[in-house]
């Protein structure tokens, strides 16, 4: 049975760039084809580039976003660490949850879904942490946050981001900010299909590594003698089978945003954002994230009083092919998440969600 073409406007993932979809039918190249190492370099440094970082080990890894989570901490964190998390939507209360089975002991700073994090109550939770971790742009809820504060004040403490969202959609200035390390995902302003978690991690962060992780497949020096810091040294260690095919994909993709421009990508994502913000409010419907925290790639909005959203979404999806999320944790049925990230961060894309959303209500 064939699939049916559908327009991805959930939280995740996103209808890839055009570019990235073509490379995935490139003849397959085997992990340690001397070709395939040179487009692993060239992924490895265009990553450097939308991370807004130097870092020498910065790389793919062959897992999905949420590997990136877990490699940051089980990388940096063991039993009896102090580790601050801001906890403002799901993924923080996720961040949570992988830095306790680490054995840290953990103090969530909880904030109100909807609103940013407060840096001033997170870098006042503890007095010394090992770590202090945030998510840059929200995905339960469409907030960012500001990391710069938070950098500054952070002490001795290592930074951790969640980029997961951001990353490709918005301006991501790690070394300008002060992160230390951070972790992404190929499926939503990458324009990359699911399946591949960018990753960073500064020399600072680096020296205070776990020598010997609990996870022996993102142990980050392993993975290191065969991605990034391997990069150009002749020499690669075989750690696993990397997925070659969805790193040239990825490669593209990023090929296809660095060609375009930085700012002019982050640009269209902010434009698609506003045209989208303006048009719910138009149809009547009231937007959920903090007014001024509002993503532009990542949209929530609250369900009408009266209307089944589980109802809206089967008929958007069943009568138009179109895909918008729910929302997350007490708000799943109270919530929509709409995602205009990567390719999907277009004038046109926005008209149909709206045109769309208009019809459906209006019944």
Known sequence: MPLRARTLLGPGPSNPYPEATVALVQPLLGHLDPVFLGILDETSDRLRQVFGTANRRTLPLSAT????????????????????????????????D????????????????????????????????????????????????????????????????????SLGGIPVRLDEWGVDLAYSGSQKCLGVAPGLAPFTINERAWERRIEKPQSWYLDLGMLGGYAGEAAGSGGRTYHHTAPTGMVVSLHAGLGRILEEGLDAVHARHAEAGRLLHAGLAELGLELFAAEGHRLPELTTVRVPDGVDSAAVRKELLERYDLEIGAGAGSYAASVWRIGLMGHNARPDTVALVLAALREVLGR
């Not at 103090?107 to 870098?123: I, K, N, S, T, Y």
């Open 65 to 96: 976003g949420s590997a990136g989570m877990e490699a940051a901490f089980v990388n940096t964190v063991g039993p009896g660490d102090a580790v601050v998390v801001a906890v403002n939507g799901l993924f923080g209360q996720r961040m949570v």
């Open 98 to 165: 992988v830095a306790s089975r680490c054995g840290a002991e953990v103090v969530a700073v909880e904030h109100e879904w909807g609103q940013p994090v407060d840096a001033e109550r997170v870098l006042a939770a503890h007095p010394a942490p090992k770590l202090i971790a945030a998510v840059h742009a929200e995905t339960s809820t469409g907030v960012l946050s500001d990391l710069a504060p938070l950098a500054a004040g952070k002490g001795d403490a290592l930074l951790l981001a969640d980029c997961v969202t």
